[in-house]
Nanobody, 122 residues
Framework: QVQLVESGGGLVQPGGSLRLSCTAS????????MGWYRQAPGKQRELVAT???????NYGDSVKGRFTISRDNAKNTVYLQMNSLQPEDTAAYYC????????????????WGQGTQVTVSS
């Protein structure tokens, strides 16, 4: 079984920065694309950013130019550098990975972390 654990959330003032990390643990697995999603109270979960196994990135329109996603495959870790944070960025941030488990049986399934809260407020 593969687990994703996020860290790095917290309270920050508008204009500030935070760096989120998400590390996968377990055995006999490979991570394909990884990503970050967020969900604010009363709103649907939305895409923040994704990164393929080869490093191709994709961003939600609301974070382009402010957030940067990266990954360290050797550490099974994905990062989200968040700059110029605004109150509307307040949400629970969730890590996601397209996970291949060698098994047996061979399986491919999405894995989610438990979430980390980011609050942007003065």
């Amino acid at each position: 079984q593969v687990q994703l654990v996020e860290s790095g959330g917290g309270l920050v003032q508008p204009g500030g920065s935070l760096r989120l990390s998400c590390t996968a643990s377990g055995s006999g697995f490979r991570l394909n694309a990884m990503g970050w999603y967020r969900q604010a109270p009363g709103k649907q979960r939305e895409l923040v950013a994704t990164i393929s196994g080869g490093g191709t990135t994709n961003y939600g329109d609301s974070v382009k130019g402010r957030f940067t996603i990266s990954r360290d495959n050797a550490k099974n870790t994905v990062y989200l550098q968040m700059n110029s944070l605004q109150p509307e960025d307040t949400a629970a941030y969730y890590c996601n990975a397209d996970t291949v488990i060698y098994g047996p049986p061979y399986r491919r399934l999405p894995t989610w972390g438990q979430g980390t809260q980011v609050t942007v407020s003065s």
